[in-house]
């Protein structure tokens, strides 16, 4: 045979080899994932039990609608992290800090109701910010891997309860936490200005407890940008804002550009976190887009009145904060407990802090196929490491 002829057909079959090989990964890269655990780091958005149990039940009307009763969770049934949990194939995750019921086969939650990322300064009763901010999670996190083992090997009635040593490492970590940062500064009389400057800092100590998590062993993290906090009653109502400051949909604009500015910075340290943690899979979700596109649209995604609290009592949002969801007031010199809305499916805003299951369960949804991802992979691949990394 010519030497050029062979030359090429040794060219041609490397191609074919290299097309054949190219979509074989792609297959295997495109594989869904099997997780036999998820990990829960977070505030009040996704606190299944956790700040109830360490400071007093979450009581009626929350847990209404899904549970029938009060379930650790502020809202009248399930959060993003429940539908997350259903997705994968898990039942719903149990707080760390309970310890009544609580199985931890298949991951455990760790978010408390009011944590920050950043340790905050002052005791729960005199702020209404929790102390087990995202360094505490992470301790307990740590303490949790290596505790669970020792009871999972002893056997005996709780070692079943506990999970397989691997599973840590094939488990997907999630957080949705941040919110509170920026509120704990507006609410400690500090400017706009002010509340920027500690972003950095707060998302340098985010990104420590990532790199503590990836150096015991995690891969796979689903991370969720902050909210439009200039959209919740709880915050409108208590700060102060001028008409010249409040956009068209009725919103804060002020704390949402906050909100942005943090989200931005937060897009920023994944990227590092990528290049610096090299076999970690890290998807950041945008839930600021689709609340606010819930809030602002509402009538158009069948929702009705997006900045009213539906458990709550009194003034333009419904909301006061000195009476809470399930309090009481006194009425025409009755006292009255302050209950649920009639129809809370068509509600975004649950107790003027919090989402209701259905906005929860809408944003979900939307979430769960990766169209506000990046990089844009449905849930159940998040353990695939995508080539933008």
């Avoid at 495109?30 to 655990?37: D, M, R």
């Avoid at 109830?52 to 609608?65: D, R, V």
Wanted: with cysteine; net charge neutral; proline share 6%.
């Amino acid at each position: 045979m010519e030497p050029r002829l062979k030359i090429l057909l040794s060219l041609i079959a490397f191609a074919f080899a290299f097309v054949f090989v190219g979509a074989d990964r792609w297959k295997v890269s495109a594989a869904t994932c099997e997780f036999p655990a998820v990990f829960n780091f977070g505030d009040s958005n996704s606190d299944t039990g956790g700040l109830s149990a360490a400071f007093g039940q979450a009581g009626p009307p929350a847990g209404e609608t899904y549970f029938g009763a009060p379930a650790g969770r502020y809202s009248d049934g399930r959060l993003i992290i429940d539908f997350i949990a259903e997705a994968v194939g898990l039942p719903y995750l149990s707080a760390f800090l309970d310890a009544l019921g609580s199985n931890f086969t298949h991951g455990a939650n760790f978010a408390t109701a009011g944590s920050t990322i950043r340790p905050p300064n002052a005791t729960l009763s005199q702020s209404g910010f929790s102390p087990i901010s995202l360094n505490v999670q992470w301790n307990q996190f740590h303490d949790f891997t290596c505790r669970s083992q020792i009871i999972r090997n002893r056997g005996g009635f709780f070692g079943p309860l506990m999970p397989k040593e691997e599973d840590f490492s094939n488990a997907l970590y999630t957080f949705d936490i941040g919110q509170n940062d920026l509120t704990y500064g507006y609410f400690s009389n500090m400017s706009t200005d002010e509340v920027r400057a500690y972003v950095p800092d707060v998302l340098d100590q985010f990104k420590t407890v990532i790199k503590n998590i990836y150096d015991q062993g995690g891969r796979s993290f689903w991370i969720h940008n902050t909210g439009p906090v200039g959209c919740l009653p709880y915050v409108m109502d208590r700060l102060p804002i001028t008409a010249g400051q409040v956009d068209e949909y009725g919103c804060a604009d002020p704390f949402n550009q906050v909100a942005k500015y943090f989200n931005s910075k937060l897009k920023i340290t994944v990227h590092q976190l990528r290049q610096e943690l090299p076999e970690a899979a890290i998807t950041y979700v945008d839930v600021y887009r689709l609340k606010y596109t819930l809030i602002t649209k509402a009538n158009k995604f069948g929702f009705v009145q997006p900045l009213k609290a539906c458990c709550g009592h009194g003034g333009k949002y419904n909301y006061n904060m000195h009476v809470g969801c399930g309090g009481t007031v006194r009425v025409d010199g009755k006292e009255v407990v302050v209950g649920s809305c009639k129809d809370p499916s068509v509600k975004i805003n649950w107790d003027g802090v919090h989402f209701t299951e259905a906005a929860n369960k809408w944003i979900f949804d939307k979430i769960v196929g990766g169209a506000f991802s990046d990089p844009p992979i449905p849930l159940k691949m998040a353990c695939q490491r995508h080539p933008t990394h």
